[in-house]
């Protein structure tokens, strides 16, 4: 196990660092209710007070629920400021644009939350002269469970390099609400949906195959399969060159 004291040390240092170098005087981030965005907002809050989570519901019954509630449980213990967006109309207005230019196909239609809230946290972060955190981890990263240009989109992640197993581990080092460490991983993006019904794997086999353990040849294969079709997440936007 990583020792998180000194890892929560050195991740408050680091952002502190590209404040300085930036110039920002403040961090905006998303915050969802979620595991990833509760311990990023713990660190952002540690290392800048002047740090804002964005609440930004949009459709999904669970947003203006349970997500909320724990983002506000989250936000209350460390002393985190708030405030809320409601995205829904945003989307409505969009999706009534896109009438008689296309069809949105399904998966156009669940990436439209997470780009409408980058470009919420980004108009926050212009406006008031902060950097936006992200809030991606490693096991995601890998396979491209991320929205490109949506949760993808940041100016720096404290904790890109932690897997799922570790997310959690650093949130009981730090006492975070057993509210976060209980409820199922779910972006939320409709109603019923989880990360790993999602995926087709459970954070623990995706954990193992990243440590160099034994998970069945079909997960495997399924690891890999979604590593390769999500690689131009991963890499810098393709750009002629002259030969």
């Known amino acids: 196990m990583r020792d998180y004291e000194s890892e929560f040390q050195n991740r408050v240092e680091f952002i502190r660092n590209l404040l300085a170098e930036s110039g920002a005087t403040g961090v ?3 915050n969802s209710g979620g595991k990833d965005s509760a ?3 713990i660190l952002c809050k540690a290392a800048c007070d002047n740090t804002v989570g964005l609440l930004l519901p949009c459709t999904s019954k669970r947003n203006y629920g349970e997500d909320r509630a724990d983002a506000e449980t989250v936000a209350a213990q460390f002393h985190i400021e708030t405030r809320t967006v409601d995205l829904t109309p945003v989307k409505e207005a ?3 644009a896109l009438k008689g230019v296309t069809v949105p196909n399904a998966q156009a239609l669940a990436n439209l ?4 809230r980058m470009l919420t946290l980004y108009a926050v972060a212009a406006s008031e002269n902060r950097l936006v955190a992200g809030t ?3 096991s995601e990263a890998y396979v491209g469970y991320f929205t490109k240009w949506g949760d993808g989109a940041h100016d720096f992640n404290p ?3 932690l897997t799922v197993t570790e997310v959690y581990e650093f949130l009981r080092f730090l006492n975070a609400p057993d509210c976060i460490l209980r409820k199922p991983p779910s972006a939320a993006l409709f109603d019923g949906q989880t990360d790993e019904g999602e995926m087709g794997i459970s954070y623990a086999e995706l954990d193992a195959f990243l440590a160099g353990g034994s998970i069945s040849d079909d997960k495997r294969r399924h690891v890999e399969r979604m590593h390769r079709a999500s690689e131009h997440k991963r890499t810098g936007i393709a750009v002629y060159t002259k030969k």
């Open 28 to 30: 905006v981030y998303g």
């Open 39 to 41: 311990l990023v907002g």
């Open 94 to 96: 969009e999706m009534e």
């Open 113 to 116: 939350a997470p780009r409408l």
């Open 136 to 138: 991606g981890n490693r």
């Open 159 to 161: 904790i890109a390099d």
